[in-house]
């Protein structure tokens, strides 16, 4: 293993449920008859699943109606399929969230990773570029369907050091902050700006990751 290698999320259940309880689907804050089909999903990564839930929306018509990351991280998880993080789509035909949960698969497969900033693996980061949002995530950073947005996420001190970099790097605006600690004790932003501005907040971000791993405790 190396800096900069990615770290590919591991998918850890899914379930399809047809016709969902209609009064399951109001404690999840959704109209059961409305979207009777319900996908499940598990991850070892949350931002990755955030991420390829995004995508899904794109890919089919899905809606995604709980995604939430769980305390302490996969490392702590409470079993093991429950991982890091449990995403549910609702949809009107099985057949759909088939399609959103393959669509969500393949992301996580081919585009949605973590990397090590370390050669140990044990600092890794996220500093992924959504060429345009999704149904999902836009409502969630409160921008547009079809936006650029960098999404970036990593251990507390460095997420905060690298945002300052990403946003300085280049012409982008910061639309939603996380601060420390989160649920897994990340932290981190969303930015937005065109794709090659994302994309140069993304890489100074990254930059910026790496050089406090590889030296921590400098001032500068």
Do not use: W
């Not at 990593?154 to 420390?180: C, H, M, Q």
């Not at 065109?194 to 910026?208: I, V, W």
């Amino acid at each position: 293993m190396a800096v900069l290698d990615p770290v590919i999320p591991q998918v850890l259940a899914t379930r399809i449920i047809p016709r969902v309880d209609a009064s399951l689907a109001r404690a999840y804050g959704f109209d059961g008859d409305e979207l009777p089909a319900v996908g499940l999903i598990t991850c070892d990564l949350d931002d990755a699943l955030y991420t390829a839930l995004d995508e899904a929306t794109k890919q089919a018509p899905v809606e995604v109606v709980f995604a939430r990351s769980f305390y302490a991280g996969a490392a702590s998880a409470s079993g093991p399929t429950s991982g890091e993080i449990l995403g549910m789509f609702a949809a009107r035909d099985p057949a759909d969230v088939e399609r959103g949960l393959s669509a969500c698969i393949g992301c996580l497969e081919r585009e949605a990773h973590f990397y090590q900033a370390d050669p140990e693996g044990k600092l890794t980061f996220f500093p992924h570029v959504i060429s345009s949002l999704g149904y999902y995530l836009s409502k969630e950073a409160d921008l547009s369907v079809g936006e650029s947005m960098a999404y970036l996420i990593a251990t507390p001190l460095e997420a905060i050091y690298g945002v300052d970099s990403a946003l300085k790097a280049a012409d982008v605006r910061l639309v939603r902050n996380f601060p420390p600690p989160t649920e897994t004790n990340y932290a981190g932003a969303y930015l937005t700006g065109t794709l090659e501005a994302c994309e140069a907040a993304a890489q100074a971000f990254a930059q910026a990751v790496v050089q406090i791993a590889a030296q921590p405790k400098r001032l500068f």
